[in-house]
């Protein structure tokens, strides 16, 4: 079964600094797409970066990067300089490349304090 | 709309009752997605519709749970003689068709079974 974990349930950082949410992932496929999600209390989930299996470099989106390890099957998401609004639960997600299902992590609960 | 919409936002109901769930996808999207989150818990897949293809079910948890969507657009989930378990918030997603694999989420229905 292909499965997401995320092992920090909460997490919080002060304005400007840097955090580092986890996610390691289960599944015996070569290619597939990996993912994080902010959701807001508004709920609505928002696509935060994305990073296609194949490549080998690291994802970027302004303040927030990645560190996907292949082959230890991990995909941690690292947010500098970190904003208020930055308030918010986020997932990892997973999707093989011949589907169309996210398969998504527990979520952490990430609160940025000034 | 721009987005994703999804009515009502919340909806809180008696054990028992029928219960319908809507969601107006990105106009142009041909695939529709329904999540179910628990508290505390990461997305759960329920069910896929793809174009005229018949829709992925593999995710519903009973069968007091349905879903269809009308003319390729509309969806509408139906949770019938709902229980307490019930209770989560449902989010919908669209994308532009398959294995285009940005989803767009909508703000959800918080639903309440008392």
């Known amino acids: 079964a292909q499965t997401v974990t995320q092992s920090q349930p909460e997490m919080s950082v002060q304005e400007a600094e840097t955090v580092t949410l986890s996610c390691t992932y289960d599944?015996?496929?070569?290619?597939?797409?990996l993912f994080w999600y902010k959701q807001p209390p508004s709920r609505q989930m928002i696509l935060v970066i994305r990073q296609e299996a194949y490549k080998q470099q690291n994802a970027t989106e302004n303040r927030f990067s990645v560190n996907f390890q292949k082959a230890a099957k991990s995909f941690s998401l690292k947010i500098s300089d970190s904003q208020l609004g930055d308030t918010a639960m986020y997932f990892c997600a997973f999707m093989p490349y011949n589907t169309d299902k996210l398969i998504f992590g527990t979520g952490t609960r990430l609160q940025v304090f000034p | 709309g721009a987005g994703v919409s999804q009515s009502p936002s919340n909806k809180v109901t008696e054990k028992g009752k029928d219960v319908e769930l809507r969601c107006d996808p990105i106009s142009g999207h041909t695939a529709l997605y329904w999540y179910r989150q628990s508290l505390g818990q990461g997305l759960e897949f329920l069910i896929y519709?793809?174009?005229?293809?018949?829709?992925?079910k593999s995710g519903l948890p009973s069968d007091r749970f349905s879903a269809e969507r009308t003319g390729g657009s509309v969806s509408t989930l139906t949770i019938q003689r709902t229980q307490q378990e019930d209770s989560a918030v449902y989010l919908c997603?669209?994308?532009?068709?398959?294995?285009?694999?940005?989803?767009?989420f909508g703000p959800g229905t918080r639903l309440t079974v008392l």
């Open positions: 599944t015996s496929e070569n290619n597939y797409y």
């Open positions: 519709f793809q174009g005229n293809s018949a829709p992925d």
């Open positions: 997603a669209s994308t532009f068709g398959p294995y285009s694999n940005e989803q767009f």
